[in-house]
């Protein structure tokens, strides 16, 4: 626990990238090998699941402590951050050390509390919190919370390993992949020669697009040098076969296969060593369909033959990754196209797997014209691909740009505020936004990013002055402010007041300007999706 409490210091306390890199090469370099797999996971968001409530820890702190609960809970209210509240609160001082006990060791305790009984817990906690000093006690907390959110990337701990095993880096990324079980792994496992062979379920890191925030036409040169493609809004994922079994993992690395049925087949049609990299989204008729009708499918356990009927679904297919067991990444894009469009040109593929649809436009300044019409051709706006590009790992700037079309806008009401999380949790910075239904005003989304740090002071305090009535952590507030709400998508909805639910919505601007009888209405928010389904 010793190291794994000084790497989480060393990484916390800076700001500088190659600092934190360093400071992980060094501790891979004096860890014993099991911790390194549990700090591998923990560090890449692979962390162990929540063993006790955080009441729990609350109450048991209070008892160590001596304190009132409502001191807890006011300290915890201005940190913000439970796991360093209670480091400052149980534990002996800096200079008291505790006999040292492994990483892994502590994550296979933590993992047993599961079946320990409540008392048996609060022994086990107590006793780490009364032996363990401020560092490693936080530390702990952490573990306990599940809260390891430490400024810290996946792509740096890569950078590290890379550098500790003399590995490329899209080598240690590719056998990160997925939903891996630290306490089934070693190094040796995750690492050599051998494992990734046993391993022919991963799928490869993801190529992310860079998003375009000026127009093309400044600083990408040559239109011909680019494959303009259109954006479509589905779920990014890639459909592996080998030794005859057909894999479909999403970008957040979880296995799908079983949500996607139609694809199964596809063993029989290519060839094993295929990896393909695409969006799937409903399709009918020749035409994408709203991705609601996708969503209809994803929350089901079982899948009737109503609901694939309903929500047909295909891959727009991207990209070949691998073909004939052949990681094919580094060939230019042109080349992985051409051998993508001869592998899916069979007629029992056309139904399931269509290949992106390039866009023909001469010059960026039709490029552009595109991009503000996007969703009139049924798309988010247009991808675009260097040709000679090869498939990298991440988000990278120069060869992937995505370039979406302005989002949709409404403006809504606040009419209801709470706190938010970690670092905010003692500003009200979680919002509940209103239209109007004749005199009354129905909620239709709730966001909680958009607003600079002076604006959420400045509405922190507003709140607290003309709050209306408390519901637990929800404040009710006068319906005075205006704000314009920013989103992607919208979706009927049976279950908001206001018949729809809207996609990635966030704040676009504070309306000062605005009174609150000029706010939008429920009638707007419906022609805006009879827009959209036309």
Avoid at 46 to 66: C, F, G, M, Q
Avoid at 480 to 499: C, D, M, W, Y
Wanted: proline residues 4%.
């Amino acid at each position: 626990m010793r190291y794994f409490t000084e790497i989480f210091q060393a990484i916390d306390a800076s700001t500088k990238t190659n600092d934190k890199i360093t400071a992980l090469i060094e501790y891979f370099r004096k860890a014993e090998d099991l911790d390194k797999v549990w700090a591998i996971a923990i560090l890449t968001g692979n962390k162990p699941k929540r063993p006790v409530k955080a009441t729990d820890l609350r109450l048991w702190a209070s008892e160590i402590a001596d304190l009132p609960l409502w001191i807890i809970e006011e300290s915890y209210y201005v940190v913000g951050d439970l796991a360093e509240t209670l480091s400052h609160i149980v534990g002996n001082s800096d200079a008291v050390k505790q006999e040292e006990i492994p990483l892994h060791v502590v994550v296979t305790q933590l993992k047993d509390l599961f079946t320990a009984s409540i008392e048996e817990k609060r022994e086990f906690i107590q006793a780490f919190w009364r032996k363990g000093n401020k560092d490693e006690n936080f530390v702990f907390n952490k573990l306990i919370t599940g809260n390891f959110r430490i400024g810290l990337s996946k792509q740096s701990v890569i950078k590290a390993l890379a550098i500790y095993l003399e590995r490329e880096e899209k080598e240690i990324a590719h056998r990160l992949m997925g939903k891996w079980n630290p306490a089934k792994e070693t190094m040796e496992s995750l690492f050599s020669e051998d494992s990734l062979v046993s391993k022919d379920y991963l799928p490869y890191p993801f190529f992310l697009a860079y998003p375009l925030e000026e127009a093309p036409s400044a600083f990408l040169g040559n239109i011909d040098d680019w494959f303009l493609e259109k954006k479509y809004d589905g779920i990014r994922g890639q459909i592996i076969v080998r030794n005859s079994q057909v894999y479909v993992w999403s970008r957040g690395e979880e296995l799908l296969t079983d949500k996607f049925p139609e694809f199964h087949i596809l063993h029989m049609h290519l060839p094993d060593g295929t990896v393909i990299d695409g969006e799937i989204i409903p399709w009918k008729e020749g035409a994408p369909l709203p991705f609601g009708i996708m969503q209809t499918r994803i929350g089901r356990k079982n899948l009737s033959a109503k609901s694939l009927a309903e929500a047909p679904l295909v891959m727009v297919c991207y990209d070949l990754m691998e073909y004939e067991g052949v990681d094919i990444r580094h060939w230019p894009l042109s080349e992985r196209r051409k051998k993508l469009l001869e592998l899916i040109n069979q007629e029992a593929l056309q139904v399931l797997l269509i290949p992106s649809p390039l866009v023909e436009l001469d010059t960026w300044e039709d490029v552009a014209h595109f991009r503000r019409n996007a969703r009139e051709e049924f798309c988010e706006g247009l991808m675009i691909k260097r040709k000679s590009s090869p498939y990298e790992t991440g988000r990278r700037r120069g060869n992937w740009w995505k370039w979406k079309t302005d989002p949709m806008t409404i403006d809504g009401v606040l009419i209801y505020a709470q706190s938010g999380s970690g670092r905010r949790a003692n500003l009200l910075t979680d919002y509940t936004f209103a239209v109007w239904d004749g005199d009354l005003l129905v909620p239709f989304a709730k966001a909680y990013s958009g607003l600079t740090d002076k604006e959420i002071l400045k509405l922190d305090k507003w709140v607290r002055r003309n709050t209306l009535e408390k519901f637990g952590p929800v404040r009710s507030v006068k319906a005075e402010l205006v704000f314009e709400i920013a989103f992607e998508g919208i979706n009927k909805s049976t279950r908001h007041k206001s018949g729809v639910a809207l996609r990635f919505p966030r704040i676009a601007r504070w309306r000062e300007d605005k009174p609150a009888i000029e706010a939008n209405t429920k009638e707007d928010l419906v022609a805006i999706l009879n827009s959209i389904q036309q």
